[in-house]
């Protein structure tokens, strides 16, 4: 959504307005506005809100400036296909099985592909990837040492960090349970980690029966790798 130009004084109102609500503060009153800003008559001040209000910055309810709202552009957001899930664990044959989209942020993709999987195990839990979470992942055939990628090899995938040594290749847990995969045979990089998205009500729901889970809808927790 584009909102028409402010003049230097709208803008520094709504700086004010803005900074007020990110302090959790309630908007300012009329009398507070013009002893803020200098101004002889609240009508002055009732004048610039309006402005605002009619640029699209704010709403304004019943005219009174405490009730003044602050009018955000929604969040441009990205969908990503959901392929099935992929193992953090010992690697199992895969099946790319389409089970529709994911709606996240766009300001977390840059330029190319993507595709989501959900995680079934533990082995990349000190990486931040649990059971149960859905990884995004950035499709590209190669990646560099220190990439989690989610790979194939012997016919079987994974979610794992890419370890290139003058040794050789492996794919190396971030759980102490799990032993690296040495690559002796080919390897198929099918893209590399880019966030996690966790449910967190799942978590809430394992708490205790005497903990409610909060009221307003799930809520997803993002960690970047890469």
Known sequence: MEHEPLTPVQAELLAVLRDRAGRGESAPSYRELCEE???ASTGTARDHLQALARKGYVTLGG??????????????????????????????????????EI???????????????SVDGDSMRDAAILDGDTVVVREQPTAGDGDIVVATVDGETTVKRL?????????????????PIDVRGEITIHGV?????????????AR????????????????RHG
């Open 37 to 39: 800003f200098g101004w």
């Open 63 to 100: 005219g009174r400036a405490r009730q003044v709202r602050l009018v955000e552009s929604p969040m441009p957001a990205a969908r990503v296909r959901l392929l099935g899930r992929v193992v953090a664990g010992r690697p199992e044959t895969a099946a790319e099985i389409d089970e529709g």
């Open 103 to 117: 709606v996240l942020p766009a300001s977390w993709l840059s330029s190319g592909r993507y595709f989501a999987l």
């Open 163 to 179: 370890k290139i040594g003058v040794d050789g290749i492996s794919l190396v847990a971030e759980n102490p349970l799990y032993m």
């Open 193 to 205: 980690v880019v966030a996690v998205m966790r449910l967190m009500s799942k978590q809430v729901g």
């Open 208 to 223: 205790a029966a005497s903990e409610r889970a909060p009221q307003g809808g799930e809520q997803f927790k993002r960690t």
